[in-house]
């Protein structure tokens, strides 16, 4: 009978650790001139050196480099001064050379840490590397799937930065959290845009179970290509539950390259896993080893931007946001670069986390959306907010303004004064509408002076209601009970 997670953890610990190839965002490819723009049709961004032909030779990109140290830095990483490229060999149909040139004993990153809700996952090396081709498998013979593969070579030569934790992860949600902290810290740095979807950003992960008391890893299987934080969960989950069910059977795990079928919603063996040894690397013969001083290390250091859990902290520290509203709105880049905007304009702060953190967040999820792909300004939010907090409008009628400045823009006093939606705080033209609605009401009054006195929010209601929202609600709570008290 299968054990499930929970049981699983009683008795055996998880162990992983995750390889993540980032694509840095340069606009050329790692030794090649071509394009790296996504997009654009099959083998068009490519040159002679893309496509491997005979005598051509690699030329570094001094930006790749750049984002390399800059990214090792974001990782807290140590940046040795000397590194150098090799060839790992392997046949591929996308890999036109038969080798791809990476980084293997001397990287460019080494001895890095990120935290994650306290804990600190150790990364062993951070390295540059080339990507290879894509295949496009076409064409059915109603039986066989498809019967023929395309090769496009738009993506070969697009510089990676390949991220190799250890193997310090305990859970398939701790997996993913790293991931989703990884992603957020190469997007602050500006090296890569993080996109998933379109394979900008993908995962490897590598899963093994031991005893608890154990010493000796156990034999772990890689799953690759991961393209989602969701699916990463899933696969992580399953595979841990396949390899108890082999080992609870008295089998063996065998040591493998695995894929994770979406649809099944199981990883699938694809090869025997690799070692370094059949890679058979050696140093790269057209490149000569790449010397980094400290100087270069330094100037590289300055570039540095607030990082993710610089931002947190100084969020919680300076601004008094709670450690959620903190960590909900880093995890937007956008929407935090719009935070930081609201906070120089200066206003009510904890009110404008309340309104990004509600309403505006609620509309976002709701329509798929980023904050920058809205029509509100962080100009257009402070000056709602500042009504509202001079008391000149309500909540409710902020309600009303916000999804108009989300979808229409414009100016928060302008849509006041021309929907003639200030707050009513006359006290006598108040007492005229509690007046009215009491009077309307007779038997609900009669059932509140008779003990129902919960009824009261009604009476609150149908005043805010006949004022359409604009009276000043303290002032309306303040008569209505006056009058009902009479």
Excluded at 303 to 315: F, S, V
């Amino acid at each position: 009978m299968s054990m499930t997670l929970e049981e699983i953890k009683e008795k055996y610990e998880v162990i992983i650790g995750l390889e993540v190839h980032a694509q840095l965002k340069t606009k050329s490819k790692i030794f090649a001139t071509a394009s790296t723009e996504f997009g654009k049709a099959p083998n068009e961004n490519v040159t002679p050196v893309c496509l491997g032909l005979p005598g051509v030779l690699p030329v570094l990109n001094k930006v790749v480099v750049n984002m390399g140290i800059l990214t090792g830095l974001a990782l807290n990483c140590e940046i040795p001064n000397r590194c150098k490229f090799d060839r790992k060999q392997y046949f591929y149909a996308d890999l036109p050379k038969g080798y791809q040139i990476s980084q293997y004993d001397e990287p460019i990153a080494i001895k890095g840490f990120i935290k994650i809700a306290g804990k600190t996952i150790g990364i062993t090396r951070a390295h540059l590397e080339e990507d290879a081709g894509k295949l496009v498998h076409a064409g059915a013979d109603g039986l066989a799937g498809s019967t023929y593969s395309k090769v496009d070579l738009n993506r070969a030569g697009t510089p990676l930065l390949e991220i190799v934790s250890e193997p310090d992860i305990r859970s398939a949600e701790e997996a993913r959290a790293y991931m989703e902290e990884l992603r957020n810290i190469v997007r602050y740095a500006g090296v890569c845009d993080g996109n998933l979807e379109e394979g900008s950003m993908r995962c490897d992960a590598n899963v093994s179970l031991r005893l608890w008391g154990q010493k000796e890893f156990g034999t772990r299987a890689e799953i690759k290509n991961i393209n989602s934080f969701r699916a990463l969960q899933r696969a992580i989950e399953y595979e841990i539950e396949r390899q108890a069910d082999l080992i609870e059977d008295g089998e063996k795990i065998v040591q493998e390259t695995r894929l994770w079928n979406e649809q099944k919603g199981i990883t699938e063996s694809m090869r025997g896993k690799e070692d370094a040894h059949d890679y058979r690397y050696f140093p790269e013969p057209d490149l000569m080893p790449l010397e980094i001083s400290e100087e270069w290390i330094e100037e590289v250091r300055k570039q540095l931007p607030e990082l993710p859990q610089q931002k947190r902290d100084r969020y919680q520290e300076q601004l008094g946001l709670s450690e959620y509203d903190a960590t909900v709105i880093v995890e937007s880049m956008e929407m935090a670069g719009f935070f930081d905007k609201v906070v120089e304009l200066q206003t009510n702060i904890k009110m404008a986390v309340n309104w990004l953190m509600g309403d505006v967040t609620a509309y976002l999820k709701e329509n798929k959306l980023t904050i920058n792909e809205t029509k509100l300004t962080p100009e257009s939010l402070v000056e709602m907010v500042n009504l509202i907090d001079k008391g000149t409008i309500s909540n409710n009628i902020g309600k009303k303004i916000i999804l108009t400045l989300l979808e229409k823009g414009g100016s928060a006093a302008k849509i006041v004064e021309e929907q003639g939606m200030s707050v009513i705080s006359d006290e006598s033209a108040i007492k005229d509408i509690v007046k009215k609605v009491i009077k309307s009401n007779q038997s609900q009054v009669d059932l509140y002076k008779s003990g129902k006195t919960q009824l009261f929010g009604f009476f609150v209601g149908q005043v805010m209601k006949e004022t359409k929202g604009r009276a000043n609600p303290q002032t309306v709570n303040k008569l209505v009970k006056e009058e009902l008290d009479n």
